[in-house]
């Protein structure tokens, strides 16, 4: 059984880092970030294949990069320049597909961790 568990978030300032870090206890196809704030659909983030290939949202690319450390069963979504556009809880997502468009099918999550950019 996959079980995932995030963690990283907290409060920063605009302009500000964080690096949010998910650990997971099965390999998958491919691993993935969601973000989703009260009122809004979930948003894939970025997402990266078992191969090392990665994909990002329009709206993060050049501020986020997601990687991976294998020999600590980890990933990671290293954010840049954070705004209070970025304020949301954020998933930690696993699956076994891989879209055209480079979207991660995942289908296993965590419990989220939350992000809260200030203006």
């Known amino acids: 059984v996959q079980q995932l ?4 978030g907290g ?5 500000g880092s964080l ?7 099965r390999s998958t196809y491919c691993m993935a970030w969601f973000r989703q704030a009260p ?12 191969d090392g290939i990665t994909n990002y949202a329009a709206s993060v690319k050049g501020r986020f990069t997601i990687s991976q ?3 600590k ?3 990671y979504l290293q954010m840049y320049s954070l705004t209070p556009e970025d304020t949301d809880m954020y998933y930690c997502g696993a699956g076994g597909g891989w879209s055209s468009v480079g979207y991660c099918y995942a289908d296993t ?6 992000v809260t950019v200030s203006s």
Do not use: M, P
Not at 5 to 8: A, I, Q, T
Not at 19 to 25: G, H, K, N, W
Not at 39 to 50: D, P
Not at 109 to 114: I, L
């Open 19 to 25: 690096r949010l870090s998910c650990a997971y206890t």
């Open 39 to 50: 009122g809004k659909e979930r948003e894939g983030v970025a997402a990266i294949r078992y």
């Open 5 to 8: 568990v995030e963690s990283g």
């Open 11 to 15: 409060s920063v300032q605009a302009g």
């Open 73 to 75: 069963n980890s990933h």
């Open 109 to 114: 999550w965590g419990q989220g961790t939350q």
């Open 69 to 71: 450390d294998k020999s």
